[in-house]
């Protein structure tokens, strides 16, 4: 027997999963030719008002190379370029997306496969108006399919038309029927009552001064940036305050103000899921979607790898494995010096269990622990007469 010696080396994929929280596609129908089925990227620095700005040629000057910039008059334009510049102002620093413009015979689903065929994406943002039903559920559809065909933990961001020549009760009546019955809890819809709403969500919902946990009502994230104008109905009435606490049991996911305070701010950010759902907010939501974007990743390898099996050893090393990425997502973080807990609570020794079906077959189960907020405090106050009824001055 002759020696030898063979080296190779050995992938323990041991690294963490790329981040693409916070990065929102926003796909919706516009004449800006440049965005017409192409993936565009832009930032926190983009000039989106240059984007939706049109050349013109007015004089001979201009004819011979010199432009101008036109604003848009195109309605369905200035709704998106507005759209867009609410989710910049409200994403802050460091904020990103996508964007996908639609022709009049494109189809939004086909532009979300093009952009998943690029990039992942925790959200998409559809802009043009739901109008149905139908059209809702046609969106849980399309993200429960992306979920069970191309293993993409999506979250959708959808928006109703603006009131027209409606009283705000009829508004009210034709939005209920919209979502009444829809089980969806992928889907988010935000009711049009300033323009822009949907911008302004979508942006605080990727606002890096606070972590994918924390509800967009959270009050210290700051006020609503850049809120549009308020709706009017056919009488001229502004929105009514009741309104909006209708909608939001409604499971529309609307603004709100406090009484004797400045500014808006944002009420739950509501899901169409059931009323017994795990997921009726989006900050419960979107830590289970990371939380399967990451340990997907994690099975992958372990395939047809013999390592995993009913050993003790071997269940206690794939424990180990499959319980990092809640360590991680447990662990505090440092936000513009304030001091958060981590996106859930530390992960029990229980969070991560594995049954063993059949010698092919196994199943993992893990569970998160949100960590709460308080979103509803009551304060009494009152006086002590106690040391006056003693006598003490």
Request: proline share 6%; net charge negative.
């Amino acid at each position: 027997m002759l020696g030898t010696v063979t080296v190779s080396s050995k992938n323990g994929y041991q690294n963490t999963p790329n981040e693409i929280e916070r990065r929102f596609v926003f796909i919706g129908s516009t004449g800006v030719v440049s965005l017409l089925n192409t993936l565009t990227h832009i930032d926190a620095r983009t000039d989106i008002t240059a984007i939706f700005d049109g050349d013109k040629n007015d004089s001979p000057a201009e004819s011979a190379g010199k432009k101008t910039a036109v604003a848009p008059t195109n309605p369905i334009d200035i709704s998106f370029r507005d759209i867009l510049i609410a989710a910049q102002l409200n994403g802050k620093s460091n904020w990103s997306a996508s964007v996908i413009g639609l022709g009049a015979n494109d189809k939004w689903e086909d532009a979300l496969d093009n952009a998943n065929a690029l990039l992942s994406y925790e959200a998409v943002v559809l802009v043009n108006p739901i109008t149905t039903k139908a059209e809702l559920e046609a969106v849980s559809t399309k993200i429960s399919s992306m979920e069970s065909k191309q293993a993409r933990y999506m979250f959708a961001i959808t928006r109703t038309a603006p009131i027209t020549a409606q009283s705000w009760a009829e508004y009210e009546t034709a939005l209920a029927a919209i979502v009444t019955g829809v089980n969806a809890s992928r889907v988010m819809c935000v009711p049009v009552l300033f323009t822009n709403d949907l911008g302004v969500l979508a942006g605080r919902l990727c606002d890096r001064s606070v972590t994918i946990a924390d509800s967009p009502m959270r009050v210290k994230t700051g006020p609503l940036l850049g809120l549009g104008q308020i709706s009017l109905d056919k009488d001229g009435q502004p929105l009514p305050p009741e309104l909006l606490a209708a909608l939001d049991a409604k499971r529309f996911s609307v603004p709100q103000t406090y009484p004797g305070e400045h500014g808006w701010y944002w009420a739950d950010g509501n899901t169409l899921d059931i009323e017994t759902g795990d997921f009726k907010v989006i900050e419960h939501l979107r830590i289970v979607l990371k939380a399967c974007r990451n340990v997907y990743k994690i099975a992958l390898p372990t395939i047809a790898d013999r390592s995993l099996n009913s050993s003790p050893t071997s269940i206690a090393r794939n424990k180990a494995l499959y319980m990092k990425p809640l360590l991680q997502m447990a662990a505090p973080v440092t936000i513009n010096n304030v001091s958060f807990p981590g996106e859930i609570a530390p992960p029990n020794d229980s969070a991560v269990e594995i049954n063993w079906v059949t010698d092919k077959k196994t199943e993992i189960y893990i569970s998160l622990r949100p960590i709460g907020s308080q979103k509803d405090i009551n304060i009494g106050v009152g006086i002590d007469l106690s040391k006056l009824e003693q006598g003490d001055r």
